[in-house]
C-alpha cells in the first residue's frame, strides 16, 4: 500500500461530542429543542474485531423541549476510520432505504417470530473522510455479541438461530428485489466485482493466500495443492470471484450481507432472536456467497463437514416459510436449486476458509494489536500471518477442506 494509503489508515477519528450527538438526536426527534444535558461515551470495539471502525457506546441524558421530561438513552456510534469512508460502501443506502424497506415487507407479513433485523439508525452523515452513524444500543435490548464463540464456532443451536435471521434478511430483499427493484438496483456491486486487484484486497487475500500456501505445503500429502494455490494468484484468482459475486450468473437473487459472520451477528438469549449488524459490503448477488462465508468462518469444524446439508435445509425451509408469509408472487427457491447456488459459489467458501477465517477466529494474543493499519505495514502483517496461522482451527480446517476444494475443482483454472 502507498504511504498516503498508510497515513489514512493510522488515523483515529474522534468526530464526535455532546454538541454532535444533540444535533443527531434534534433531527432523528424532529425536535429543533431538544438539549442534552449529560454526555458520556466509551469506546468498546477492540483490536482484530473491526477494521473498517471505531465503535462507541454513548449514554446521554436530554430533554426534547425545556419542559418535557428528562430522558435516558444509550446509543451506538459507528465511526470510520478516513480510509473507509473515502472509499464509501452501502451502509449508508442500507440503513436510510433498504433495511427501512426490508422492515416493512417483514411488518405486513404473518410471521409469528421476532421480525427485527438489525438496529436502527437514528442519523448518518457522510462527508469527505469521514462517516458516522448514530445507532440503536441493541445491548440495551439484551443482544449480545457472538465474539467469544469466534475462537471455537458456532454450535448447531445457535448456527441455526443464525440461519433463521439470515432467511429474514434474504427473504425480505427477495421480495424487495421483486416489487421495488429501481431502489434495490441502487447498490453498488460486490467490492471483488473487479477482482482482487486494488492495495487493500492484495493484502487481504492475494498476500493470505501465498502465506497460507507455503503452510499448506508441508501439509502431508498436500504440496500439489498448495502450488495450485500459487498458481492461480493473481490474474485466476480474480477471475474465479468475479465470476462468483456477478448478480447475472445467480439462479436466484438476494441482497447479500457480504460479510456475515458471527461477529457481524448478535443473539438475545430470552428470546432466542438474532440481529445483523454492518451493511457496508451489502450487493445484489447469490444467498450462497453469505451461505459460504458463514459456514467457512464461523461454523465449528465438526459441523462444517457434517451437517452443512441439514443446516442449509433449515435456512432454505426458514427462507421458503418467510416467502409464504410476505406473499411473495415468485418461484420459490428448491434444495436443488440451492445446492446448485452452493456449488458455482464454492469458491467464496475457499476464499473464507483461507483468507477470512484466520482473521476471525484469532487468538487474544493475535487480536491485541491487529488493526487496519496493520495491512499497511509489510513487515508487522507477515509477523501477525505467523499468529493467524497458527491457530490449530485454521490449521485443522485447511487440512480437512483444501482436498475437498480440490476435489471439487475450485483450484482448478476456470
Not at 77 to 106: R, T
Not at 360 to 366: G, L, N, T
Amino acid at each position: 500500500m502507498d504511504q498516503q494509503v498508510e497515513q489514512q489508515l493510522s488515523v483515529k477519528s474522534a468526530n464526535f461530542d455532546a454538541a454532535y450527538i444533540e444535533k443527531a438526536l434534534a433531527q432523528a426527534y424532529s425536535s429543533e429543542s431538544l438539549r442534552v444535558e449529560s454526555f458520556d461515551s466509551q469506546a468498546i470495539s477492540q483490536s482484530g474485531e473491526n477494521f473498517c471502525s471505531v465503535i462507541y457506546r454513548v449514554k446521554v441524558a436530554y430533554r426534547k423541549s425545556a419542559n418535557a421530561p428528562l430522558v435516558h438513552g444509550s446509543y451506538i456510534v459507528k465511526d470510520l476510520i478516513p480510509f473507509m469512508a473515502e472509499l464509501g460502501s452501502n451502509e449508508k443506502l442500507m440503513f436510510e432505504q433498504l433495511l427501512p424497506a426490508m422492515d416493512q415487507v417483514l411488518a405486513k407479513a404473518t410471521l409469528q417470530h421476532d421480525k427485527k433485523l438489525s438496529a436502527n439508525c437514528l442519523f448518518v452523515e457522510r462527508s469527505k473522510g469521514k462517516e458516522i452513524y448514530l445507532l440503536e444500543d441493541l445491548g440495551a435490548l439484551n443482544y449480545s455479541s457472538l465474539n467469544t464463540l469466534a475462537f471455537k464456532g458456532l454450535s448447531v443451536e445457535d448456527a441455526r438461530i443464525c440461519l433463521f435471521k439470515l432467511a429474514q434478511f434474504h427473504a425480505s430483499s427477495m421480495v424487495l428485489l421483486q416489487e421495488q427493484p429501481t431502489l434495490a438496483a441502487k447498490l453498488a456491486p460486490s467490492h471483488y466485482a473487479k477482482g482482487v486487484n486494488d492495495g487493500f484486497s492484495q493484502a487481504l487475500v492475494l498476500d493470505a493466500v501465498t502465506f497460507a500456501a507455503e503452510i499448506v505445503k508441508d501439509f502431508p500429502g498436500m504440496s500439489e495443492i498448495a502450488e495450485k494455490m500459487k498458481a492461480q494468484i493473481a490474474s485466476e484468482y480474480s477471475r474465479r470471484i468475479i465470476d462468483v459475486v456477478d448478480p447475472k450468473n445467480c439462479d436466484f437473487k438476494v441482497i447479500a450481507h457480504g460479510d456475515i459472520w458471527l461477529n457481524n451477528l448478535m443473539i438475545n438469549r430470552d428470546t432466542q432472536n438474532a440481529v445483523i449488524v454492518d451493511f457496508q459490503n451489502c450487493f445484489v448477488g447469490s444467498p450462497a456467497v453469505d451461505l459460504h462465508f458463514l459456514f467457512y468462518t464461523s461454523l465449528q469444524l465438526e459441523l462444517l463437514l457434517n451437517e452443512q446439508q441439514s443446516l442449509l435445509q433449515y435456512y432454505l425451509d426458514s427462507l421458503c416459510q418467510t416467502l409464504k408469509d410476505c406473499n411473495y408472487q415468485g418461484s420459490f427457491p428448491t434444495f436443488p436449486l440451492l445446492e446448485q447456488e452452493m456449488k458455482r459459489c464454492l469458491f467464496y467458501g475457499y476464499y473464507a476458509a483461507v483468507c477470512e477465517l484466520p482473521i476471525c477466529c484469532a487468538s487474544k494474543e493475535a487480536a491485541s494489536d491487529f488493526t487496519a493499519h496493520t495491512f499497511a505495514n509489510n513487515e508487522a502483517m507477515l509477523a501477525k500471518r505467523h499468529q493467524l496461522y497458527a491457530s490449530e482451527r485454521v490449521r485443522e480446517t485447511l487440512k480437512a477442506t483444501l482436498p475437498q476444494f480440490e476435489e471439487q475443482g475450485i483450484l482448478e483454472p476456470l
